[in-house]
């Protein structure tokens, strides 16, 4: 990859990391402080405070293997076709031709 285009993902990936964790650390602060004042959530607001709290793990857990990545470039990270059908292989009981699923580039 260029050096422009690794700026320019790092720059998105930045982006989109700090705008997330702000946003659904907004949903959840405000669902808890509604909380708090009246003693009970709804179940809506259950749900929309447990998936802002997952999305924020999901964001945290991508940049932190993004950045290690881009700190150990080097470092080779590969997956024999025996592991992914080991991997899904519950997905793969029902299915007659399991040589069409996984086309190795």
């Known amino acids: 990859m260029t050096t422009a285009a690794l700026v320019i993902f790092a720059t998105m990936l930045n982006v989109e990391f700090i705008t997330g964790n702000l946003g659904n650390g907004f949903i959840v602060?405000?669902?808890?402080?509604?909380?708090?004042?009246?003693?009970?959530?709804?179940?809506?607001?259950?749900?929309?405070?447990?998936?802002?709290?997952?999305?924020?793990?999901?964001l945290w857990t991508a940049y932190i293997i993004v950045s290690i990545?881009?700190?150990?470039?080097?470092?080779?990270?590969?997956?024999?076709?025996?592991?992914?059908?080991?991997?899904?292989?519950?997905?793969?009981?029902?299915?007659?031709?399991?040589e069409l699923l996984f086309n190795p580039v």
């Open 29 to 58: 602060l405000v669902n808890i402080m509604d909380w708090v004042k009246r003693r009970k959530i709804s179940s809506v607001d259950q749900i929309l405070t447990a998936l802002a709290i997952s999305r924020t793990i999901v």
């Open 69 to 98: 990545f881009s700190m150990y470039h080097d470092a080779e990270v590969t997956m024999k076709r025996d592991e992914v059908f080991i991997l899904f292989s519950p997905c793969l009981e029902d299915q007659p031709d399991k």
